[in-house]
DNA sequence: CACCAGGCAAGTA
DNA sequence: TACTTGCATGGT
């Protein structure tokens, strides 16, 4: 299997190159993205993010001060808004508790105790907290999306009813921990799926992954 | 017009 | 426990 995951990415790597995500310049970017995107397309989170930058409003003071009703309107585009609203303060007003800044959130501590604080948040699930460990704290967890689970189950690796747990284990068990590694392998899945795995072309004809 | 997009939590039986 | 529903904008 550590085989096959390999060759896997190795084609990936060898069709599109680096992807160099996240998309987000700064740990906090990150973390607004990673709830703003929830069941959401990228485009629309660059128009709520792009909000939140005019208005001055990309720092964790501002964002955990901000009336929720008044965060809900800038993040108008990348829809859900007011539960996302929500649910991004929640986050911040965690981090803000624990540690001065985004960054030093992410210090001293064991990846898997700072996996269940984000979980306990409301509105954090397990892909946004693994986002937020592996692209803002750079911990060497696995990010698995509807797209991973589309694609490995098509190449016959894992059933329908496969959970996140079971795909995120079938790359943590096989691979070495690796933050590139892992950061540069969901970025890819999430490529080549936008490209050719999606739900209306089930064919998969020109995928670099015809084959496996 | 219908369907989809880098989820998650709460409600129901 | 196993299913269903609400949340909502913008693109195809």
């Known amino acids: 299997m550590r085989q096959r995951l390999l060759d896997i ?14 998309p987000g310049e700064t740990p906090l970017e990150i973390l607004v993205g990673a709830v703003l995107t929830q069941n959401t397309n990228w485009s629309n989170v660059s128009r709520a993010i792009d909000n939140l930058r005019r208005a001055g409003l990309l720092s964790l003071d501002a964002l955990v001060h901000l009336p929720t009703p ?9 829809g859900y808004y007011n539960l ?10 965690h981090i803000a508790a624990s540690a001065g800044s985004v960054e030093g959130y992410f210090d001293r501590r064991p990846t898997a105790s700072l996996r269940e604080e984000l979980l306990a948040i409301k509105g ?41 747990h079971e795909l995120q284990a079938l790359f943590l068990d096989h691979l070495e921990p690796d ?25 998969c004809d020109a995928c670099p992954l015809k084959g496996f």
């Open 9 to 22: 990415y190795q084609a990936l790597f060898d069709c599109f190159g680096p992807q160099h995500w996240w």
């Open 70 to 78: 008044l965060l809900a309107e800038q993040i108008r585009p990348s």
């Open 84 to 93: 996302k609203a929500v649910r991004l303060q929640n986050l911040l007003h």
């Open 124 to 164: 954090i699930g397990p892909e946004t907290a693994d986002s937020i460990l592996l692209y803002a704290g750079n911990k060497p967890t696995f990010v698995v999306d509807a797209y991973t689970h589309r694609i490995l189950n098509r190449h016959g690796l894992v059933a329908d009813e496969s959970d996140y």
């Open 179 to 203: 933050v590139t590694l892992f950061n540069e392998y969901h970025a890819l899945i999430v490529r080549t799926a936008k490209e050719f795995c999606r739900k209306s072309n089930p064919a």
